[in-house]
């Protein structure tokens, strides 16, 4: 269900809307980022040209006018995005070119969506828009609870990488993402924590021998050995073959170390 929402006074759309599917359901978010260009596509409503909404689309497109981009991280839970731009249309293929990593104030050259670098706009559009709606799916899913220790501070939680962001297969969806607390998420991505495809926490053998405070006790040792806690929805929790992955860069770890 698209959702396109023009005030019946104004004349160009002022927000659109995509709702949340699980994984599973629908692609992941990165999927709508173009391959080619690094922007983003948004589909006409239906399938006429000349669809009232699709028409306020296109007169933003024409006016240059910033929309507000709801993004469904949850059902009936949305996080919005602004400034986004209409920037182009593929009437073929029945949908818009949207920008958003074009800023207000930033007039839109003649050479319009050649301007970036294609490398460039992928990186900024995947940070720009998709780390923050990749966090709020993922804190959602988890209730904004460290999945390690439970930690429910949600300025002192991440949305953690199973795979990095630099791995082909390190997407943006909820199945290759963890709530993490700071110290767990940098422990993860440093391979002194690892989670075995099973869900269990693994302490390299080095940290479980130290000495040392509360800190190594509780929030290291006695978590060595226990299950993560993952969202309650089957389709949302962590993908195994990621886990998989990610787990043996941490035995590796291990073994340098
Ligand atoms: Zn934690």
Not at 61 to 68: E, F, Q, R
Not at 165 to 180: H, M, P, Q, R, Y
Not at 182 to 201: M, Q, T, Y
Request: with cysteine; hydrophobic share 35%; charged share 25%.
């Amino acid at each position: 269900m698209k959702g396109i929402w023009k005030p019946s006074a104004l004349v160009s759309a002022l927000s659109i809307t995509t709702t949340y599917r699980p994984p599973g359901v629908e692609r992941p978010y990165d999927d709508v980022i173009h391959e080619r260009d690094g922007l983003l596509r948004y589909k006409w409503n239906g399938t006429e040209r000349n669809e009232s909404t699709n028409r306020s689309l296109r007169s933003a497109m024409h006016a240059s006018v910033p929309l507000i981009w709801f993004f469904g991280v949850g059902k009936g839970i949305f996080r919005p995005e602004f400034p986004v731009f209409v920037v182009g249309e593929e009437e073929d293929r029945q949908q818009f070119i949207l920008d958003p990593s074009r800023s207000v104030n930033s007039p839109q050259s003649k050479e319009g969506v050649e301007e970036l670098p294609r490398r460039y706009r992928m990186i900024e559009t995947r940070q720009r828009l998709f780390q923050g709606v990749f966090r709020g799916i993922v804190m959602r899913a988890y209730g904004d609870h460290c999945a390690v220790c439970g930690l429910q501070q949600s300025r002192l939680l991440d949305a953690a990488h199973i795979l990095p962001d630099s791995d082909k297969d390190g997407i943006a969806s909820v199945t290759n993402g963890i709530a993490l607390c700071k110290l767990h998420h940098s422990a993860f991505d440093v391979g002194i924590l690892g989670i075995r495809p099973d869900l269990v926490v693994q302490v390299q053998p080095r940290i479980m021998h130290e000495r040392g405070g509360p800190m190594l006790r509780y929030g290291f040792q006695e978590v060595h050995g226990k299950k993560i806690s993952v969202p309650s929805a089957t389709a949302e929790r962590p993908r195994p073959d990621f886990l998989e992955r990610s787990f043996l860069r941490f035995t590796e770890l291990g073994e340098v170390a």
